[in-house]
């Protein structure tokens, strides 16, 4: 059964770094989410994309955060200068339409030291 | 904006024992998902109710939609060790956001 795959899955970074968060999406779904969940707390959306644009984004989404589908299969999320509240574990998720069932990647673990 | 609120946070059963988790929302939902995330693993869809008052079964798990659609329960019943989990209720908003509650934690007492 296909599958979404992210890379890596742990990875830590010092304050003021810059980080990017690798995702493959399932091969014939057209949205791609990033969702953030800081530990043991709940699932928080951050971004939508849909063709090649994002389509929405949360209050969390702030100009620190960018995402892009740099080729046909990668969709990255990058934070340009990681904070210490950002360390949580990172989930893309995709979906084939926009209502339809979203289907999440095992995460990366993000710890900002 | 659209909330959705979610309780217990935990909830300790022996095995054998049924589970329940509550989710309610101040607004009318469009629809209600349900996921089950495992200790150190990622969500994982387990169904969707769009209708009024839907019941949803799967196996030992039944999910409920009210009638007002402001609220919802998934109910575990004889829970194994398998059923151990976290289990979120999310809801999709008028922008297409997943909004999710705060997750119970279901523990199995050993």
């Known amino acids: 059964e296909p599958e979404v795959t992210q890379t890596p899955s742990h990875q830590v970074t010092q304050m003021g770094q810059e980080v990017i968060l690798r995702c493959v999406p399932i091969s014939n779904h057209l949205y791609f989410y990033w969702y953030r969940q800081i530990l043991g707390q709940k699932v928080e959306f951050l971004v939508s994309?849909?063709?090649?644009?994002?389509?929405?984004k949360s209050e969390i989404f702030d100009d620190q955060f960018s995402v892009e589908r740099p080729d046909g299969s990668n969709f990255t999320l990058k934070i340009r200068s990681t904070k210490l509240e950002d360390s949580a574990m990172y989930f893309c998720?995709?979906?084939?339409?926009?209502?339809?069932?979203?289907?999440f990647g095992p995460g990366t673990r993000l710890l900002v030291l | 904006g659209q909330q959705v609120m979610q309780i217990p946070q935990y909830q300790h059963v022996q095995e054998g024992e049924d589970f329940t988790t509550y989710c309610n929302s101040s607004?009318?939902?469009?629809?209600i998902q349900w996921y089950k995330q495992r200790p150190g693993g990622h969500p994982v869809f387990l169904i969707q109710?769009?209708?009024s008052g839907e019941v949803k079964k799967q196996k030992r798990l039944t999910f409920q939609f009210g009638e007002a659609k402001k609220n919802s329960s998934l109910h575990i019943t004889a829970t194994q060790t398998t059923d151990v989990g976290t289990y979120f209720c999310?809801?999709?908003?008028?922008?297409?956001?997943?909004?999710w509650g705060a997750g119970t934690k279901l523990i199995i007492k050993p």
């Open positions: 109710l769009v209708k």
């Open positions: 998720a995709s979906s084939r339409l926009r209502r339809e069932t979203q289907y």
């Open positions: 994309f849909y063709n090649n644009e994002i389509s929405e």
């Open positions: 999310a809801s999709m908003d008028s922008n297409y956001q997943l909004i």
């Open positions: 607004t009318t939902l469009s629809n």
